[in-house]
């Protein structure tokens, strides 16, 4: 049978995940290398498939499709299209570094290792499904292990922390499922009225010749929400109307969003972090973040347009909470995890910003600050795994000029605060650019709150580079705090700085040429576009 | 040479420092000698191919049009908008040109200081790759096409400084003094992003999918009047918003009140690095992009008068703290300050071609002087002026090299400054004020490049070292500088006195920022202000009032510090809370403080209480609280006891009966 990469990059893991339950215990080695094989596999998947994603045709590409529960309309129906592929390529590096990173767990690293799989597993299912309930199931995939992974490995009030956390990604993925489960029924009574469109429908896709009326297939939702939205005004037609949208929209976007995590749903983020163990956090805030705002985009703005144009602009202004207090409260911050965690808040804001201005520059731009925050974020939490292993503190008045004991990791960070500042040259700079002006465009369209906010993020900006230089002016630099003279090793050997040189050359290698991913993002996030502005022009003048 | 030539040239003057800081950076931080070639290599081969193409263009005679080649580096391509296109490239005309011959020869003047004056250094190859760097960053400024690609490389211009003034990054007050300037400049920033932002739309509002970013395209805009006139009444007051927010970008670069602040600190670096920064990078680009940008500045009427207040005001204030620096290297800071107000100044009174004529003398004599003050710093072992005197005996080329610097920067006639702040009083002779702003800011110079002067050079010497000459890897390149400081002026002078006649810098200068290339010198005379500054002579009474304030200020420093005639410290008490005000530095960096210390990390503060307080604490723990408490609740009814359950189910049916009864009753 022919397995495309985007079932590859899911079985990969999940293949991983199985064969570590086999392996003793005591072969630590073969465990490490094992998963660290797994995670490079990804690395070569993802990285085939932005190399032969086909710019020129777009739309899903690598699909496969194989029915599962054909009386719930449940199937194996993965594939990827641009936003998908620089999701996969952020989760296959970051899992990699994360691997990497994890050769330093001595306390049950078997398990640990399993846990990490199983839960990128999930991460790679979210972003190459194309079935909402196989969605929904790899969502909750990916945040149960995390709770083990942070009560278990983790450090620093990491009962409060693994519980907040999991409580509130539960509770989102609850509201979520009932958004989506109301999607299905909806979908199920319009395909039941409008039997020959179903027909269509499966004339149209190949794929799914045998789609019946019940179907958690994404596709066929949104090729149901298009079709009824052209059957007549906002408010008189009878499926996908804008009260219906008004009344699904808000539990995707909460449900997503408590992950995403938007304020005031934040709360569990920067805590989670600092308990969880370095490569937990790494996945966490560099690729479990970026779940929530993708779920908005694929499922949130493709069916349920109308309520999104309507709705979106309320999250931009939800944003600058995000954006601006987050930022604040990253600078009054003393445990360095707690300054990136609040800044991780920060910088999804800027990913929501983009989303909520509605046109390409800004939707383009907040999917490539997906990846470059995720890249960058990774980063972070690995440097700053790599001291605390030996300090046992991430307080910053205890740190103090560990550059010179330190040299090359102090040179890394350092790199990670500029880049995450917004320094050009790295990723972020281009993407969080591009948000700006996507606000600014949004702006002059006619919603002149937008002025208000792209003049805050762009402080917000400044206020990210205060509290970034800030941090790592007293952890790295300044007098050597003699307390750890000689006490704290560098990343002296190659196979220690593999992860670190991976993730900064990623960051450098989009930070120079951004066009190389933004040419394949703008394929998946054009059609979504014009999906949304005909729904902005379907309820413009209704309140 | 044809236009793919020129383009070439400028990519690899361009990209050669970079290529040199990262083969450094991977591969030669071992071996020194290598990374010293290849980074004094990268900047000298761009300095030889600047004056190649500099002598090229001048062949080509004044108003050629630009060369440009442009890669897209990000695109959003958006069917209802028009496409938003960034791109990355090199724009080829006489300014950047001039500009990067600049950067490119003072460059390697300082680059082969640094040979001399970082020897020993451990952080030989680190030092080397990040000066190689900041070359880069300026030079993409230079060669910039467009807003963005301009940003980008502020930024990197920014950081650059940074990593360069904290290289020494153990001692706290070097990395706080890097720190200060990347945060200055990012506020300034701030302001430049949303004035590109605010001009893009406004561009895209009136002309449709036209390239906003685009100089040349804006410079098309601007330069024809019917489009113009256009833009500026859909823009209304806007316009002149974007035009200052653009600004607010070049006072951060630039050091213009009040984001000068970090300037002075930067000292905290390497003396090379003060040279680099302080002369043809970092503070240059700022006047360099209202020189680039000119087009549109001219048209601003309202910015341009903001901006050359804020010039003039800089310009006086920073001469005044320096007359009470004892500090040497904080007495060329100030100056450079000073010096940067007079160019911003000029340029806001619609004499870009002055601004830029005293950019590239400036860039000669003050890399010069930071050169010589590096070179006395590194025979005495101290910054101070006090500890210093005599030296004209010990270091005779340091001194006459020094003395060359001094003159040039006070104006004496016919040395380089001279030329320039000439052009600069006339330009600003049409508003009074600043005009005597202007004359009273060459006095002062005079004077506290004369007290440096007759305190570290002349008399008795203080200090208790022995101080004796550099090696000539050092002083040769002082004598180079010496050498434009003497004579470079007179490529600018007014037609009937320079060697060059009616082809001097100016005609290139006027021609290069007033219009696209074809029919340039018609609109010299139209300016806004009806102003055309260009000299065909001297102006005399402009001359004989510059040059006689220049020599009075020298001779009033010689009353005080040459000869003793007078008492400088009689002046101080005479001066009393003045001169308290002033060596304060106007109280400024306290004010900042204040702000920095005070306001914003309380409101971080309080931020972080309502957080911690009222988010966490009050809603998420309070909601699991609740939830806790609930079950508590709820728990104590299931006590075990048989007798409980019974009473509570027949409690349970009682109610039920009676709501059924009653509710009968009631609704039927």
């Not at chain 1, 002006?437 to 990210?464: D, H, M, P």
């Not at chain 2, 600004?247 to 009140?257: D, E, I, P, R």
Request: some cysteine; aromatic content about 14%.
């Amino acid at each position: 049978m022919h397995l495309s990469l985007a079932t590859l990059i899911i079985l990969v893991p999940a293949l991983t995940t199985l064969l570590l339950f086999f392996v003793p215990a005591k072969k630590v080695q073969v465990v490490r290398w094992l998963a660290a094989g797994g995670a490079f596999c990804t690395v070569i998947i993802s990285i085939t498939m932005m190399a032969t994603y086909d710019k020129a045709v777009g739309g899903w590409q690598f699909t496969q499709v194989v029915t599962w529960v054909e009386d719930l309309g449940i199937s194996w129906n993965v594939g990827a299209d641009g936003i998908s592929v620089a999701m996969l390529l952020l989760t296959s590096l970051v899992i990699m570094a994360g691997t990497l990173v994890s050769f330093k767990v001595t306390d049950r690293p078997k398990e640990f290792y399993i846990l990490l799989m199983a839960l990128v597993t999930g991460v790679f299912g979210v972003f190459a499904g194309r079935d909402m309930f196989f969605f929904y199931f790899s969502y909750e995939l990916a945040v149960i292990p995390m709770y083990l992974l942070i009560g278990v490995w983790g450090s620093t009030n990491k009962e409060y922390a693994t519980m907040k956390l999991t409580l509130f990604l539960t509770a989102g993925a609850v509201v979520a499922l009932i958004g989506l489960l109301l999607l299905y029924w909806h979908t199920k009574e319009f395909f039941d009225a409008n039997p020959a469109l179903l027909e269509a429908f499966r004339n149209a896709h190949p794929d799914f010749s045998d789609a019946t009326s019940s179907s958690f297939n994404l596709l066929q939702v949104q090729y149901a929400a298009k079709h009824a939205m052209e059957m007549g005004g906002p408010a008189s037609r009878e499926f996908f109307s804008l009260g219906f949208q008004l009344w699904v929209f808000p539990l995707i976007l909460l449900g997503f969003g408590a992950i995403a995590p938007m304020w005031p749903l934040h709360t569990w983020s920067p805590g989670g972090h600092a308990a969880a163990p370095s490569a937990a956090s790494m996945l966490h805030a560099g690729v479990l973040m970026k779940l929530g705002s993708y779920g908005i985009i694929r499922i949130g703005l493709t069916c349920l347009p109308e309520g999104a144009a309507k709705i979106l602009p309320i999250v931009a202004a939800l944003c600058m909470m995000n954006i601006i207090y987050g930022g604040m409260v990253a600078m009054a911050q003393k445990d360095l995890k707690f300054v990136i965690g609040y800044s991780s808040s920060s910088h999804m804001g800027y990913v929501l910003l983009g989303i909520a201005s509605m046109n390409v520059i800004g939707l383009n731009g907040a999917v490539f600050l997906m990846f470059a925050h995720g890249i960058m974020t990774a980063l972070a939490f690995g440097l700053i795994g790599w001291f605390y292993d030996q300090t046992h503190t991430r307080m910053l008045p205890d740190l103090g000029g560990l550059a010179k004991q330190i040299p090359f990791i102090g040179v890394c960070f350092t790199i990670m605060a500029l880049a995450s500042a917004g320094l050009p040259g790295f990723a972020n700079f281009a993407s969080e650019f591009m948000v700006l002006i996507g606000s600014w465009q949004e702006a002059v369209r006619g919603n002149s709150w937008f002025f208000l906010y792209t003049i805050l993020a762009v402080w917000g900006i400044v206020i990210s580079a205060t509290y970034l230089l800030r941090a790592a002016r007293w952890a790295f630099f300044g007098p050597l705090n003699p307390c750890w003279e000689g006490k704290i090793k560098d990343a002296d050997t190659w196979f220690w700085r593999a992860p670190f040189i991976m993730l900064i050359a990623a960051l450098v290698l989009f930070g120079c040429y951004p066009k190389l991913l933004i040419d394949v993002i703008a394929t998946g996030t054009g059609p979504i576009v014009d999906i949304i502005e005909n729904a902005r022009q379907a309820v413009a003048g209704i309140k | 040479m044809d236009d793919n030539t020129v383009a070439t040239l400028a990519y690899v003057i361009l990209f050669a420092p970079v290529v040199a800081a990262i083969l450094i950076t991977l591969f030669t931080r071992k071996s020194k000698g290598i990374s010293a070639f290849l980074s004094v290599g990268s900047v000298v081969t761009g300095g030889i191919l600047s004056v190649i193409l500099l002598f090229d263009q001048l062949a080509k005679g004044p108003g050629t049009p630009p060369v440009i080649s442009q890669f897209e580096w990000a695109a959003a391509r958006d069917s209802a908008i028009g496409d938003i296109v960034l791109n990355i490239g090199v724009q080829v005309d006489f300014i950047s040109i001039l500009m990067s011959t600049i950067v490119g020869v003072v460059g390697s003047c300082i680059f082969v200081y640094a040979l001399g004056y970082m020897k020993g250094d451990e952080g030989w190859s680190r030092f080397f790759a990040k000066f190689a760097f900041f070359a880069f960053s300026m030079l993409g400024i230079t060669y910039a096409t467009n807003f963005v690609q301009i940003f980008i490389f502020w930024e990197l211009v920014g950081v650059s400084s940074y990593l360069l003034i904290g290289y020494f990054y153990q001692k706290p007050s070097a990395t706080d003094a890097g720190k200060k300037a990347f945060m200055t400049n990012r506020i300034g920033d701030f302001g430049m992003t949303l004035g590109i932002l605010l001009l893009f739309f406004a561009v895209r509002d009136v002309f449709g999918a036209v390239d906003g970013f685009s100089f040349v395209e804006l410079q098309r805009i601007f330069t024809d009047e019917a489009s113009r006139t256009l833009l500026f009444d859909a823009m209304g007051w806007k316009a002149g918003l974007g035009a200052f927010l653009i600004f607010v970008g070049a006072m951060g670069k630039s050091a213009q009140f009040p984001l000068h602040v970090w300037l002075p600190d930067a000292m905290e670096g390497p003396t090379p690095v003060s040279a680099l920064m302080h002369a043809a990078t970092m503070v240059a680009a700022g006047v360099y992009m209202i020189v680039r940008c000119y087009w549109l500045f001219a048209w601003a009427e309202s910015a341009m008068i903001a901006i050359a207040w804020i010039g003039g005001i800089t310009a006086l204030m920073a001469a005044t703290i320096a007359v009470v620096q004892n500090d040497i290297k904080k007495i060329l800071a100030y100056s450079t300050l000073s010096q940067l107000g007079y160019m911003v100044m000029a340029c806001g009174m619609w004499g870009a071609g002055a601004g830029m004529f005293h950019l590239a003398t400036h860039a000669f004599f003050k890399a010069l002087l930071f050169m010589g003050a590096g070179s006395v710093i590194h025979a005495c072992h101290t910054n101070d002026i006090w500890e210093m005197g005599g030296l004209a005996k010990k270091m005779k080329h340091t001194t006459w090299t020094f003395i060359a610097g001094t003159l040039a920067l006070a104006g004496i006639f016919p040395l380089a400054g001279f030329w320039s702040k000439d052009e600069i009083l006339s330009a600003s002779h049409h508003i009074a004020p600043l005009y005597w702003i202007g004359v009273g800011v060459a006095f002062l110079t005079a004077f506290y490049m004369g007290r440096c002067v007759f305190t570290a050079f002349f008399g008795k010497y203080r200090g208790d070292g022995h101080p004796h000459e550099s090696p000539a890897v050092m002083w040769v390149p002082l004598a180079i500088l010496a050498i434009f400081a003497i004579f470079g002026g007179w490529v600018g002078a007014p037609a009937d006195l320079n060697p060059f006649g009616e082809h001097g810098l100016q005609s290139y200068l006027l021609v290069a920022y007033t219009t696209v290339a074809e029919g340039a010198h018609q609109q010299v005379i139209n300016w806004p202000t009806g102003q055309g500054h260009m000299a065909k002579s001297l102006h005399m009474n402009v001359a004989v009032i510059g040059t006689l304030v220049a020599v009075a200020g020298l001779f009033v420093s010689y009353l005080f510090y040459g000869s003793r005639k007078f008492s400088a410290e009689k002046a101080k008490k005479m001066f009393g809370p003045i001169y308290t005000l002033v060596s304060n530095k106007y109280y400024i960096d306290e004010f900042y403080l204040f702000l920095v210390k005070k306001v914003q990390q309380g409101f971080a503060n309080l931020c972080s209480i309502v957080e911690q307080h009222i988010i966490i604490g009050i809603f998420v723990n309070g909601l699991a609280g609740g939830a806790r408490e609930a079950g508590d609740k709820f728990r104590k009814m299931q006590t075990g006891r048989v007798n409980t359950y019974v009473t509570m189910i027949l409690g349970g049916l009682t109610l039920l009966v009676f709501l059924f009864v009653v509710g009968k009753e009631f609704w039927g």
